[in-house]
T-cell receptor
Framework: RKEVEQDPGPFNVPEGATVAFNCTYSNSASQSFFWYRQDCRKEPKLLMSVYSSGNEDGRFTAQLNRASQYISLLIRDSKLSDSATYLCVVTHQAGTALIFGKGTTLSVSS | NAGVTQTPKFQVLKTGQSMTLQCAQDMNHNSMYWYRQDPGMGLRLIYYSASEGTTDKGEVPNGYNVSRLNKREFSLRLESAAPSQTSVYFC???????????FGPGTRLLVL
């Protein structure tokens, strides 16, 4: 079983839709959690960190449930520019390697 | 500010050939990483270097060697390329205290 599991996708939604991605991780020692975004044929880029109290960045909301070892990302009012692959990422400690999920592809259409 | 740079962008090799992928960062980061990305597999860590002078194996190190030349540069070498090493290779760096990893644009490698 892979350490980080994500919804397989793809998600195809119209502009303005709300979409949620889920992710589970298997190692309870995981300390830090992130969502990265990867555009087609580009490098991954940090979208947002995920904190236990939940955090919001504009139209994006991330939640962490340590007891269930579950991470989520909610995108409200989807834009065409949100089309990308979203990667759920965990680390065990600062400065060590990121452990990636396989990613979920989002396609937003007009 | 260039961030993380990688060379070359594309490369075609024949089985058995060798090559070195170069990576450099100008953010004064301590940690540097090499990942490969394959369809259906996600990104997997090959090697990483927590600080200048140290390197450690990641999830898929076989067939690769690395050199942390100085704080800025971290190279990945394929001594005898195999078709299974056809992939997209990403270098990344991070400040150990801030965790966020910054990725280079990638090297697309095809081994025939």
């Amino acid at each position: 079983r892979k350490e980080v599991e994500q919804d397989p996708g793809p998600f195809n939604v119209p502009e303005g839709a709300t979409v949620a991605f889920n992710c589970t991780y298997s190692n309870s020692a995981s300390q830090s959690f992130f969502w990265y975004r990867q555009d087609c044929r580009k490098e991954p880029k940090l979208l947002m960190s995920v904190y236990s109290s939940g955090n919001e960045d504009g139209r994006f909301t991330a939640q962490l449930n340590r007891a269930s070892q579950y991470i989520s990302l909610l995108i409200r009012d989807s834009k065409l520019s949100d089309s990308a692959t979203y990667l759920c990422v965990v680390t065990h400690q600062a400065g060590t390697a990121l452990i990636f999920g396989k990613g979920t592809t989002l396609s937003v259409s007009s | 500010n260039a961030g993380v740079t990688q060379t070359p962008k594309f490369q075609v090799l024949k089985t058995g050939q060798s090559m070195t992928l170069q990576c450099a960062q100008d953010m004064n980061h301590n940690s540097m990483y090499w990942y490969r990305q394959d369809p259906g597999m996600g990104l997997r860590l090959i090697y990483y270097s927590a600080s200048e002078g140290t390197t450690d194996k990641g999830e898929v190190p076989n067939g690769y060697n690395v050199s942390r030349l100085n704080k800025r540069e971290f190279s990945l070498r394929l001594e005898s390329a195999a078709p299974s090493q056809t992939s997209v290779y990403f270098c990344a760096s991070s400040d150990t205290t801030r965790e966020t990893q910054y990725f280079g644009p990638g090297t697309r490698l095809l081994v025939l």
